[in-house]
Every structure is written in C-alpha cells, then in structure tokens.
C-alpha cells in the first residue's frame, strides 16, 4: 500500500493520482486508434471528452442511489449519525460501473446531439476504456481498496498491507494479512481486453461488435473476480455482489448487440445497425 505520493511537500492521493494517468492513457488510445483506422480524430476525441466528463459524475452517483433503499429502511438509525459523517458515507465510494453507465449514456447524448453514429464511435473509444480502468486499478492497490479475499502468504499474487493512520483504515485492506492482490489481476486482465479489441476492430469486426466484445470480456471478467473480492462495502445479496449484477446485465445486452449484424434484417444494406441504437 503507498496511498499517497510526495510531491515537492505535498501529499497525492495515488488513487487520485492513477485515475488522471488513466484518463491521459485513454485520450492517447483514442488518438491512436483514429490515427490506426485512418480517420480525423476530432469527433472521437471530443466524444471521449464527454464520456470522461459523464463517467467523472456516474463514478460517484451509482453508491448513493444504491444506498437510498438502506437510509429508507433505517432512517431512524441514520438521523442520529452527525451530517457532516453521514454525507461522507453516502458519497464517499467510487463504483467503476457507475462510471461506465455514466460516459456511456454522455457519449450516447453528445453522439445524438450532433448526429453521429454512436456505435461506430463507441467502437473507436472502447479499448481506451480498459486501458485507463487498468491504472484506475493500479490506483486501487496503492490505496488499499477492491482487495482479494485471504490467502496464504505463499501465493503468488498475494499481498500484505502495512499500517496506516489517515482515517481510512475501517475502509481499506486488512493490516498484515495476506489478500489477493485482485487490482493487480483485473489490470491485466483489462489490458489483455484491450488489446483484444484493436486487433478485433482492424479486420473482424461489424458496426458495434468491438462495443459488444468489451462488454462481455469485462462482463465476464468483473463476475468471475467478485468471488474473489474480500470488501464487503460494494453491496453483496444472497452470495452476489451488486456488480455482479450488473454484470449480467451488461453481458446479455452486448451478446443482443453483438449478433444483430448478422441477423437476416440487416442482411439488406440499406439497413445498418448503428441507425437502430
């Protein structure tokens, strides 16, 4: 754990700090990926702008709206609790999903407004979006949260938080005992998905296939790495983490996108799936 990086005096919360790499990777694999297809970067990148902008706020709304049943139910609990702990509470996680759901919807917004194809500029966008989760999540293990569930010391990806005493403990790994180190796990995986759908999107791919690809590689992969997370602040019910539940979701809805193009419908050239979505 390294929560902090010490800049000429002053204290960077890694986390923070990762989160601001991630998104300047992700604008370069924006470029890249235009600059690979041979198309003007302009539109993709302002789009990402927006999905940036949308995910910045879907990142810190998703927690509150799924805690609003919680406070309903024990509001007489939560009344008595100081206002000032009570908002750092309901505001105060970060859910990647609520990120996602967030810049897609600005993206789909902006991409409307100025009448371009969203899926077609979804495909050229999506590979950044692993690419830059995969430093968010470095970020994760410097800070201490998203961590694996217990393991021996001996193995290979297991990891051991020292102290720390900045009010966060209650929050964050364990202290000296061995956890997955999941971050470390999910950033690779997530450059492995990356890497996937460039080289997918140069030659194979259909109108909103690499979209789709994503959505059931990380679909798949964030359902299988919740059985192996050991924070129980991200909502679990009857065995199955609120992401996980999402999870599904995404992975059916990218399956349907995924085979539209070839269903008989769009078999007629006239017809195109990017004017449906």
Known sequence: MHPYFNF????IPAFGLMMIVGA??????VYFNCRLKKIDATDSMLTAIMAALGGAFGVVALKPIIKIPEVIMNWERFSKVPLGDFLAWFFGEMVFYGGLLGGAAAAFIFCRGFKMSFLKTADILIPAVPLGHAFGRIGCLLGGCCYGVEVSASHPFAIVYPERTDGLEA???PIGIPVLAVPVIEAGGNIIIAVI?????LKLAKTGQCLALYGLLYGVQRFVLEFFRGDLHRGVYNGISTSQIISIGIVAISAMIFILPYLPYFKNKHKTVDKLI
């Open 8 to 11: 000429f005096g002053r204290e």
């Open 24 to 29: 300047a990777v992700a604008l370069l694999a």
């Open 171 to 173: 929050v964050t790994a």
């Open 197 to 201: 759908i460039m080289l997918f999107g």
